[in-house]
């Protein structure tokens, strides 16, 4: 829908190269033995094939192509003998599966033909290992399943759900052909191709059964019976039975709900939207809806246009392209004629069409193109980065990197000004909420800040790309080793992974 809007969203982590060599780095030799690598011990070594990032303080380490985890300390929380290990967040449990492959299926693992199971950080067993996946907790409680397709195969039997708590126990026994996740302490389950409510000790709630059925939403469900939806409430009394046409109806958010239709005779999905009452607020004619902070942009013919929430019309479907901002800037990039600019919610128009494409408010600011050249306005349209530039990338922490020719990049700041030029090398990438920008010099990387200072010397391979910091250590390729560095340049960890 958007594919006149090329720069809706950049980002700054990509490999950007260009060639030449500036004075800036003439004291370099000087700088690096200003920042030479000074440990206040030996590193820790690290006996493994290879090692993950450090993510909330644990990495996985893998051995004879086996997983396992690590602190930062180097300690081994969890032995290399696992197909995966997933830790649960804010707690000291660890999904555990062996298993000849490993799907990770939104939270879950998907483990084939193999099991999962529960263990602490110190590899006592809480849930022995036989289910084929195990959800995170949420509210106390992990959804299970036995079955070696599950959240894949939606053949009936071919696996069953339930749910445990953190002692292992099975508070629901995994029974269910279906299961979702608890809303407001309901949940829908399905058995013999029918659907009820349960709450969280496995008791059934709902007065009927039903051949589908969804979540509650602001404390309204609706399910199907008979062939045709109803909304009911949580006292199981039917609000609205609707009519037959309807193939879905989504969650209720705000007092609205999405809903569809299929036409046979065009084999296409139509959409609207319905209030509680069950009426149609927005008509099943589009198709497509995105709702929005107070009002939906609708698509019908490949053009787009801007409904209200009482299903008034604010706008002609006319444009080619729309694109949401953000909730803080309630401006609307659009397109029509290949012309591109910004309405707010009203349909009145804010930026004129006049530039080829737009992209989204970052940190208060949207990209612009024209002509081949880019450049950034504010909310009120005016032009605060002259587009001027080939590449300008969005705002982090008031800066962005932006490249004025083939070999020529600089860092901008949201004034306009140029306040480094980078017209040093290849240039990698920027991790400017620390203010600090990646390049090479002589086929190594290393780190300077926006001030041109060398913080790490150019010592590191370029074969694998930028080393990123996470948790305050990145993984970095050194002399064909890997190590894990901090910010001060100090080699924490090397991996030792010769046999």
């Known amino acids: 829908m958007y594919v006149n809007i090329k720069k809706s969203v950049q980002l700054l982590g990509v490999l950007f190269v260009f060639n030449s060599i500036s004075d800036l780095y003439a004291n370099e030799e000087i700088m690096q033995k200003q920042n030479k690598v000074i440990l206040k011990s030996d590193p820790i070594i690290l006996q493994y094939d290879n090692v993950g990032d450090f993510i909330n303080g644990f990495a996985e380490v ?12 180097g300690k081994e929380i969890i032995s290399p003998k696992y197909t995966s290990v997933f830790k649960l967040k804010d707690d000291n449990l660890m999904v555990v599966c062996t298993g000849k492959e490993t799907v990770l299926f939104g939270t879950h693992f998907n483990i084939l033909p193999n099991k999962c199971g529960l263990i602490d950080n110190q590899e006592n067993i809480i849930v022995d290992f036989k289910y084929n996946t195990i959800g995170a907790f949420k509210n106390g409680l992990a959804q299970v399943c036995i079955g070696n397709n599950c959240y894949l195969d939606k053949g009936k ?17 995994a029974q269910y052909d279906c299961m979702s996740d608890f809303i407001d302490g309901l949940a829908v389950a399905c058995i013999d191709d029918k659907a009820i409510f349960i709450d969280r000790t496995g008791k059934k709630v709902s007065q009927s059964t039903y ?11 609706s399910v199907r019976k008979d062939g045709k939806w109803q909304l009911i409430d949580k006292n199981w009394k039917t609000i609205a039975i609707m009519p037959k046409k309807y193939h879905h109806i989504h969650d209720f958010e705000n007092g609205l709900a999405l809903v569809s239709i299929y036409q046979k005779d065009i084999d296409k999905f139509k959409k609207g939207v319905i209030n509680k009452k069950g009426k149609e607020i927005i008509p099943t004619e589009y198709d497509s809806i995105q709702r929005r902070n107070g009002f939906f942009i609708v698509n019908k013919d490949k053009k787009s246009g801007i409904v209200d929430n009482k299903g008034k019309q604010v706008t002609p479907i006319q ?23 910004f309405i707010d919610k009203t349909g009145k128009e804010i ?3 006049k530039y080829d494409s737009v992209g989204n408010f970052v940190e208060g600011f949207a990209l612009v193109k024209k ?10 349209g005016k032009e605060i980065i002259p587009l001027k530039y080939e590449y300008i990338g969005y705002f982090e922490n008031g800066l962005t990197t932006a490249k004025k020719d083939e070999n020529h990049w600089v860092i901008v700041d949201t004034k306009g000004n140029e306040v480094l030029d980078i017209n040093t090398g290849n240039f990698y990438s920027g991790d400017l909420e620390y203010k600090e920008i990646w390049i090479e010099k002589n086929k190594k990387l290393g780190l300077i800040n926006i001030k041109g200072e060398q913080i790490i010397p150019c010592e590191y391979d370029t ?4 080393p990123k910091f996470i948790d305050g250590l990145a993984k970095a390729r050194l002399n064909g080793e890997w190590v894990f560095i901090d910010r001060m340049n100090n080699i924490i960890m090397k991996i030792n992974n010769k046999k």
């Open 62 to 73: 893998y051995k004879d192509k086996k997983v396992g985890l690590i602190d930062k300390t």
């Open 371 to 380: 002509n081949n050249k880019e450049g950034f306005i504010d909310k009120n």
């Open 319 to 341: 444009y080619e392209d729309f694109i949401y901002t953000s909730d803080e800037i309630d401006l609307l990039g659009v397109c029509q004629n290949n012309q591109c600019g």
């Open 351 to 353: 930026v004129p069409l």
């Open 211 to 221: 051949d589908t059925a969804n979540n509650f939403s602001e404390n309204i469900a």
């Open 157 to 173: 039997n071919h696996h069953k759900y339930g749910y445990i708590d953190k002692t292992g126990k099975e508070i629901i026994p």
């Open 463 to 466: 074969n694998y790309g930028p």
